[in-house]
């Protein structure tokens, strides 16, 4: 029934947080409909089902939010749409006056502009929740406005399962960037009409089939090629010309509510009782079949639908159902009986799966031997009643059957009557049993049922009340401290009495409620086990876990951080200090692909480097074993056929002496939690540039992450428990003195770490992993990423020299005539040039008209900024970098002002970092914070490789090098090509006295700085 709308007036929030509030809403459509943020921001909670991320758009090329992972369908299936040219989550407020009552406000959750079409205004909602009157009312009222305008509208729900892991599968390849063009273009070029998936692998020897795989899947995502998506893929799907159709989930028309179905079929209805009452002539399975014809009503989607009509059709036989309005549509059979949408409603009683009574197996199960006799001499007894013949068949009668006093010629009260002078009981019990029998034969004939829960141990003939308030108190100490069963046992008298009266339940002896406790304490864990562990346990949810399915490597990388079990050394102190290890882990592997330890705590830089590495792994030691070893290109050498496809790489990799320590490979989701690290601006626009979307795990969810969890206990207990300095994972598991046992600095402790995951955990097999095709084949982390490849090709790493700039921290910046200003600090270089004194042409609240400078908060000596007009990286310098060979961070120097300032009326940077240098060398009063910021300069690993850029480029030629030298008071060693080249990083060099030339140096340069401004 269509409702009546006044004052109707839609509200936008801008990319600047300012809200145009009640805007009339114009019918001209939406291509001028302007960006817009979301109206509403994640709602986080403890407890919640649903899962809330950011999806990478490749229509939209940005992120796009979702509450949960139906939205997130629908946001992979508007992806895929060719005809979409734009999706904006929760775009508008949508406010109307309906029917005259009270104002109603709606927030839709995506609108989709369309190209040559009108805009489509999108909710999701489950199947289940649309008969709900509430939502039913929301969703009708909003859908009139939005078909008032000229605007389509529709409800989605859940799709079909094949189809949507087909396109999950398949959206893995949505990132145009990571494609070799060559590739893609000769896979066009050749005529793949008609083939099947597999021929089209196999098209081109020439080329890796990993390669070509990935290729072809990627023209699929780009309707260049098109196949039946409605079962799963296999080899064996043929290829034709695109566009691919798919169904989807969209729904047109709504629902009718609940109620208005139940009130149509009330008088269907009148005695439902006498649906369950079984059948006096005995048997349910007479019930067990439902006839499917002309008449018989269907609950499809949450409405009842009556057949009208049966034909046949070329793909089946169909049926012809009108719902409650009238309204008539064609169903296939198939889907009728298989498909969970629809269910027949049964008019004849029969069997149900919510009969109270339980099956025979079970009942007959819990008997002794000796009651299973008594009931098969019983049954026996009714089978000679009924039929003359204890067997119950003629066919296997015994040589004196049927007795006389039994012939089925004798009336059955006879009969009846017989049997009970026979066995000493009464005609009414032989009637009982007889009734009994006829409805579940032998499990009828078991006396009043297995009562015997008291027998078998638990809480059998406890009081429900009794335990009912047992378990209240228990639950009530879940966030307190664990309590003993005395003082749970004190408490329920009490509470009893107040609740039901003085007297009314029978409290057991202490003996009994100890025994039971200790049987409820299995249920709900109070007194056995730790506090936290009992909280972790009434956490659990009380359905079936679930968990987000990989299906390819690189679709969910876990990242998590954790503190190690072990003493890390201060190089500076030789002290003992608390380390922390940031870990990246590919879900369908269970691939270490990052690692990164750090002292005291973590930081998004940190973060961003184990990120990194995903893509670039690091080197691989010298001394290790071939099989721990992968090629640079991070595919294993087991999956190329081609020899000459292997011997270049290989052979570089020999050349250099060494590979890599882990695959290399493109992620699509990383999977974290909410940790201010993880969730930052930094990492959230790393994310947004590389194309990677961000699934939040729960809130103190740890099975969201549960395979990372679980390394970090493989970690602890193979590795590093056998370290010298292993403390344990609590203050109850820690030794005497396991401080005064560490020796390892932190860098030292990340390669032994780094070295254990490819030498040992890499080739270990783990249950988790597992083929469904091949069930019981054990496979290791190394194993799964070749049948990853096998089964998903490989999309290669870019290759982009300057993909370690993406990692920084972007920070926006004006850029003036003297340099850039950040971090209190003034960066100049030549690549400014050209761009001072310039407004920026990006837009956005961020902007405002200032360019966008990338820094890396451990090294406060450089800055970066890439030109716009050539897409090169240009080096900014800072005006006071000191003259030590290491970075110093963004917090040392921000430290170093602090303390010079206490000390000096007008210190400069330079004076305040020689300052602070002197002080951490000499150990005066080094405080907590100041450790931890000394401890991350003391690293001499780098978080990135950068390349060099025009600067370092320059200052590497010859003739400039040797003016460079000169001027720095250091005489060139002869000809460049006869210097030895400068031996990879093998980790802490022993000792830790400085040179005599870096002393000079130092002095050197604070004399310069001390007489250059003089004259000033």
């Known amino acids: 029934m269509p409702h009546a709308l006044s004052e109707v007036s839609v509200s936008h929030r801008r990319l600047d947080g300012k809200i ?56 992979l299936y508007a992806d895929f749409d060719q005809n979409v040219t734009a999706v904006f989550a929760q775009p508008f407020l949508l406010s109307a006056t ?63 399962e094949a189809e949507l892991a087909n396109l999950r599968f398949l959206a893995g390849y949505r990132r145009h960037w990571l494609f070799d063009h060559q590739v893609l273009t000769e896979v066009r070029q050749a005529d793949l009409h008609g083939a099947t998936l597999g021929e089209a692998f196999d098209a081109f020897p020439h080329r890796p089939t990993w390669q070509v795989r990935a290729a072809v899947l990627r023209l699929l995502w780009c309707q260049h090629f098109a196949t039946d998506l409605s079962s799963p893929l296999s080899l064996r799907h043929q290829l034709c010309r695109g566009p691919v159709t798919v169904t989807g989930a969209a729904i047109n028309t709504l629902p009718v509510p609940l109620e208005e179905s139940e009130q149509e079929s009330e008088h269907h209805d009148e ?129 004196d059957e049927p007795r006389p006093e039994y012939a089925p010629t004798i009336p059955k009260m006879q009969r009846y009557e017989a049997k009970a002078v026979e066995l000493g009981v009464s005609t009414r019990t032989i009637k009982r049993w007889v009734h009994a029998f006829l409805l579940d034969r032998e499990a009828g004939l078991v006396h009043g049922g297995p009562q015997r829960a008291a027998d078998l141990g638990g809480v059998g003939r406890a009081d429900p009340r009794w335990v009912e308030m047992a378990l209240e108190i228990m639950a009530e100490h879940e966030e307190k401290s664990k309590p003993t069963r005395a003082k749970v046992i004190r408490s329920i008298g009490p509470r009893l009495q107040a609740r039901y009266g003085k007297g009314e339940v029978e409290l057991p002896t202490r003996a009994t409620a100890y025994r039971w406790l200790q049987e409820l304490d299995q249920r709900l864990p109070t007194f056995r086990l730790s506090a936290k562990r009992n909280r972790d346990i009434a956490a659990r949810p009380g359905t079936a ?73 690091r080197p691989a030691g010298k001394e290790w074993p071939p099989h721990a070893v992968w090629p640079d290109h991070g595919i294993p050498r087991t999956v190329f056929v081609d020899r000459e496809a292997l011997a270049g790489p290989e052979d570089e990799t020999r050349a250099r002496g060494t590979g890599v320590a882990s695959p290399a490979m493109v992620p699509e989701t990383i999977v974290v939690d909410h940790g201010k690290v993880y969730l930052s601006e930094h990492i959230t626009s790393v994310c947004q540039r590389l194309g990677l979307s961000v699934q939040p795990a729960r809130l103190r969810t740890g099975r969201d992450k549960g395979p990372i969890e679980r390394f970090f206990k493989t970690l602890r207990e193979a590795l590093l428990e056998l370290l010298p300095g292993y403390k344990g994972p609590d203050l109850f598991s820690r030794g005497l003195n396991p401080e005064g046992e560490a020796f390892f600095f932190l860098n030292e402790l990340e390669a032994i770490i ?160 020689a300052e602070l240098l002197e002080r951490w060398n000499l150990g005066l009063g080094l405080t907590m914070s100041e450790r931890r910021i000394a401890l991350r300069m003391a690293r001499e690993q780098s978080a990135f490789d950068l390349p060099v850029t025009d600067e370092d ?27 030895e080249e400068p031996e990879p990083y093998e980790g802490q060099a022993l000792g830790d006295d400085d040179e005599d030339d870096e002393l000079d140096a130092q002095d050197t340069a604070e004399d310069f700085y001390a007489d250059a401004l003089e004259d000033a």
């Not at 909670?45 to 509450?67: D, N």
């Not at 048997?283 to 499809?300: C, I, K, M």
């Not at 102190?573 to 990052?594: F, H, N, P, S």
Request: a neutral charge.
């Open 98 to 160: 309906v029917d005259g009552s009270a104002r109603r406000r709606h927030v839709p959750d995506f609108l989709l502009l369309r190209d040559n079409d009108v805009p489509l205004v999108v909710n999701v909602k489950p199947r289940h929740l649309l008969t709900r009157p509430k939502v039913a009312f929301s969703l009708r009222w909003a859908r009139e406005v939005v078909m008032s305008r000229g605007w389509d509208f529709e409800v989605w729900s859940e799709p079909q």
């Open 20 to 75: 145009d509030e009640d805007r009339a809403w114009s019918a001209t459509g939406g291509k001028n409909f302007p960006p817009v943020t979301p109206w509403r921001t994640f709602r986080w909670r403890y407890g919640q089902k649903h899962y809330s991320g950011t999806y990478w758009s490749s229509t939209m090329g940005a992120h796009v939010v979702y509450e949960s992972r139906l939205e997130l369908t629908r946001l």
């Open 545 to 617: 876990y679930g968990k987000l399915r990989p299906t390819r490597p690189g679709e969910y990388l876990l990242m998590d951080t954790t503190r190690l079990d072990v003493f890390a050394l201060d190089p500076l102190t030789l002290k003992w200090v608390q380390a922390e290890l940031t870990i990246a882990m590919d879900w369908y592997t269970r691939c270490i692909t990052g690692i990164r330890v750090t002292p005291v705590s973590t930081q998004s830089i940190d973060v961003a480097a184990a990120l990194f590495q995903t893509y670039r792994p």
């Open 754 to 913: 780094r070295e254990w995951v490819a030498c040992t955990y890499h080739h270990l097999p783990h249950k988790g992993l597992v083929d469904p095709r091949v069930p019981g084949l054990r496979l290791s982390p190394a194993m799964m990423f070749e049948h990853g490849i096998a089964r998903a090709g490989y999309i290669e790493v870019p290759r982009d020299p300057d993909l370690g700039f993406e990692f920084l921290k972007t920070v926006w910046k004006p850029i003036h005539h003297y340099g850039v200003e950040t971090r209190k600090c003034r960066y100049n270089g030549p690549g400014l040039d050209g761009y001072r004194n310039t407004t920026s042409s990006y837009a956005g609240p961020r902007a405002k008209g200032r360019w966008p400078i990338h820094v890396d908060p451990d090294d406060i000596n450089l800055a970066y900024f890439r030109r716009p007009d050539t897409r090169r990286w240009h080096t900014l310098t800072w005006e006071h970098a000191p003259a030590q060979k290491f970075p110093i961070s963004e917090e040392a120097m921000g430290l170093a002002r602090t303390l010079a300032g206490k000390k000096h009326r007008f210190p400069d940077d330079e004076t305040a970092v």
């Open 953 to 979: 480029e320059i200052k590497a030629l010859p003739s400039v090098a040797r003016v460079l030298a000169l001027e720095s008071g250091h005489t060139p060693s002869g000809d460049q090509d006869d210097a």
């Open 271 to 399: 005695n439902s009782a006498a649906l369950l009452r079984p059948s006096s002539t005995g048997g349910r399975v007479n019930g067990a079949a439902v006839r499917v014809g002309v008449g018989t009503r269907l609950r499809y989607d949450g409405e009842v639908v009556v057949v009208e009509e049966m034909f046949g059709a070329p793909t089946g036989s169909e049926v012809l159902v009108r719902d409650g309005p009238g309204r008539r549509f064609r169903l296939a059979l198939r889907e009728v009986l298989s498909s969970g949408r629809a269910q027949v409603i049964a008019e004849e009683p029969g069997p149900a799966s919510d009969d109270p009574c339980e099956t025979a197996s079970v009942v007959l199960a819990q008997l002794g031997e000796e009651e299973l006799t008594e009931v098969r001499e019983r049954a026996a007894h009714i089978n000679e009643v009924l039929y003359g013949f204890r067997s119950g068949t003629v066919e296997l009668a015994a040589p």
